[in-house]
């Protein structure tokens, strides 16, 4: 069985989120299956990973959109460095860019990028079994494969979407249709969605069967969509809920090359006290503090706007027993209160931007990981912490209440309910009373550290999904 999965990123070649982590380790895992052969296809970005590989240039043609007539190039990285094989498509002038998002014109490049996609399939009489579609981004192939003249070739394939953040649905004008490949006209219903173009709509609509990254987020999708609970209702018979896992020879706090200290479950407690050492004394921090951390983009979604008063209360109730340690960006208020609090607070420490290898070492030291999300369709981070023995303090939502279960009901985790500050500081609280107890605490990181995350299982989900 040959799969392709189709995103616009994929780590370590481009990351802005979870949608990376997911699309560079779940084609690895299921290479490993017998039989199964999965490969990505991704637009070209000016990134380190393009300059560091070798790619052979497999297909050079031209498409129409509108007036404007493109050149498409499908570069292949040559040695599968990866763990499979990685194709990037270039368009000169709209997927050449330095990053993923941002920019003014992305509906017509995310058409570009599925449009020429496609039409190198349909040159090179390459019919793969599965086209598998990941968020918005590449919504549009299902209609594209089943209704579009140009890929007539392709009719018939197998299309899977996944849904890895329904907050984002690519609404676009229909004026846009003019740069769409020639389809039925009679067929626009199956993309439209209140008047626009809805990519993410017509993923659900058209795709023979769809995915949420967790079954938590799949029940929350019925009754709070963005105005789709009506349409995921009405499909419901080829919904499924399938959680991510992670890739643990990335995230092995055993070899991380990123750590200052390793360590495993054994020696956990003694080796992680030393990077939390080493952290600190980088920061300014007090390392016999408990250290709460977040890592992530500032965004509503997340719960960031609650965490400059989280920092204030929190201080303030402990009489500044406790360290909190931030790392991320987005919003530029965020930003600007938490950089006001770092020079007022000698406990709480901010370093603003994506720093994958930073997350790692904060993985590595924290005590506690803040995920205050109003929204979390799956979440990876709190697995990445439990992982490294940091215990997850989280949301009871989405993919969060499947995977960290409250040690109240013997879990090794602490859950909130309701997003806002004053619950998120009484379960940092809560918190604090288990760090006061040496015997708990320790148990907590040991049974963190032995949940299984792995992509193997999850790997396996996908491919009988396929085979159905």
Same mark, same amino acid.
């Given at each position: 069985?040959?799969?392709?999965?189709?995103?616009?990123? /994929?780590?370590?070649?481009?990351?802005?989120?979870?949608?990376?982590?997911?699309?560079?380790?779940?084609? !690895?895992?299921?290479?490993?299956?017998?039989?199964?052969?999965?490969?990505?296809?991704?637009?070209?970005?000016? !990134?380190?990973?393009?300059?560091?590989?070798?790619?052979?240039?497999?297909?050079?043609?031209?498409?129409?959109?509108?007036?404007?007539?493109?050149?498409?190039?499908?570069?292949?990285?040559?040695?599968?460095?990866?763990?499979?094989?990685?194709?990037?498509?270039?368009?000169?002038?709209?997927?050449?860019?330095?990053?993923?998002?941002?920019?003014?014109?992305?509906?017509?490049?995310?058409?570009?990028?599925?449009?020429?996609?496609?039409?190198?399939?349909?040159?090179?009489?390459?019919?793969?079994?599965?086209?598998?579609?990941?968020?918005?981004?590449?919504?549009?192939?299902?209609?594209?494969?089943?209704?579009?003249?140009?890929?007539?070739?392709?009719?018939?394939?197998?299309?899977?979407?996944?849904?890895?953040?329904?907050?984002?649905?690519?609404?676009?004008?229909?004026?846009?249709?003019?740069?769409?490949?020639?389809?039925?006209?009679?067929?626009?219903?199956?993309?439209?969605?209140?008047?626009?173009?809805?990519?993410?709509?017509?993923?659900? !609509? /058209?795709?023979?069967?769809?995915?949420?990254?967790?079954?938590?987020?799949?029940?929350?999708?019925?009754?709070?969509?963005?105005?789709?609970?009506?349409?995921?209702?009405?499909?419901?018979?080829?919904?499924?809920?399938i959680i991510n896992g992670i890739d643990t020879e990335v995230w092995n706090p055993e070899t991380d090359p990123m750590l200052d200290f390793n360590f495993n479950s054994k020696n956990a407690v003694a080796q992680k006290k030393k990077n939390k050492e080493q952290?600190?004394?980088?920061?300014?921090?007090?390392?016999?503090?408990?250290?709460?951390?977040?890592?992530?983009?500032?965004?509503?979604?997340?719960?960031?706007?609650?965490?400059?008063?989280?920092?204030?209360?929190?201080?303030?109730?402990?009489?500044?027993?406790?360290?909190?340690?931030?790392?991320?960006?987005?919003?530029?208020?965020?930003?600007?209160?938490?950089?006001?609090?770092?020079?007022?607070?000698t406990n709480f420490a901010l370093d603003l931007g994506y720093k994958e290898h930073l997350s790692h070492k904060i993985y590595a030291s924290a005590d506690f990981l803040l995920m205050p999300s109003r929204v979390e369709p799956c979440g990876l981070n709190q697995?990445?912490?439990?992982?490294?023995?940091?215990?997850?303090?989280?949301?009871?939502?989405?993919?969060?209440?499947d995977t960290v279960e409250d040690i109240s009901t013997g879990g090794a985790g602490l859950n909130f309910t309701y997003p806002g500050v004053d619950d998120i500081v009484h379960a940092m609280n809560r918190a604090l009373g288990i760090y006061n107890q040496k015997?708990?605490?320790?148990?907590?990181?040991?049974?963190?550290?032995?949940?299984?995350?792995?992509?193997?299982?999850?790997?396996?989900?996908?491919?009988?999904?396929?085979?159905?």
């Open positions: 069985m040959v799969i392709y999965h189709l995103s616009t990123e /994929c780590y370590p070649v481009a990351k802005v989120g979870g949608l990376a982590d997911v699309v560079g380790a779940l084609p !690895k895992y299921q290479n490993k299956i017998k039989g199964i052969e999965a490969r990505v296809v991704m637009p070209w970005y000016n !990134k380190p990973f393009i300059y560091d590989h070798e790619f052979d240039l497999v297909f050079d043609g031209f498409i129409h959109q509108g007036t404007n007539m493109l050149q498409v190039q499908v570069l292949k990285e040559k040695t599968d460095a990866l763990g499979f094989e990685l194709y990037m498509v270039r368009i000169p002038g709209l997927l050449d860019r330095d990053n993923p998002y941002g920019y003014q014109d992305e509906s017509f490049q995310f058409i570009a990028f599925q449009h020429g996609l496609l039409h190198w399939l349909c040159a090179m009489q390459i019919r793969p079994d599965v086209l598998h579609c990941h968020d918005y981004h590449t919504g549009l192939v299902p209609f594209m494969v089943e209704h579009c003249r140009e890929f007539e070739f392709l009719k018939g394939v197998k299309t899977i979407g996944t849904i890895h953040n329904g907050e984002y649905q690519g609404m676009m004008s229909w004026g846009m249709a003019h740069y769409m490949p020639s389809f039925d006209s009679y067929k626009w219903g199956l993309m439209d969605w209140n008047g626009f173009i809805n990519p993410l709509a017509s993923m659900i !609509k /058209c795709a023979h069967a769809f995915t949420t990254v967790s079954e938590g987020y799949l029940e929350e999708l019925f009754i709070s969509f963005r105005g789709l609970e009506s349409l995921v209702r009405q499909e419901f018979g080829k919904a499924y809920g952290l600190c004394q980088e920061y300014g921090l007090n390392p016999k503090l408990p250290l709460f951390a977040f890592i992530g983009r500032f965004a509503t979604e997340k719960g960031a706007d609650f965490l400059p008063d989280v920092v204030w209360k929190s201080i303030k109730q402990s009489y500044g027993a406790l360290n909190i340690m931030i790392l991320g960006s987005g919003n530029t208020y965020i930003e600007n209160k938490l950089k006001e609090y770092d020079y007022t607070y697995m990445y912490s439990m992982r490294y023995g940091t215990v997850p303090v989280v949301r009871y939502t989405g993919g969060l209440r015997g708990v605490m320790e148990d907590l990181i040991y049974a963190n550290m032995n949940f299984d995350f792995a992509w193997e299982k999850s790997a396996e989900k996908y491919i009988a999904l396929y085979n159905s």
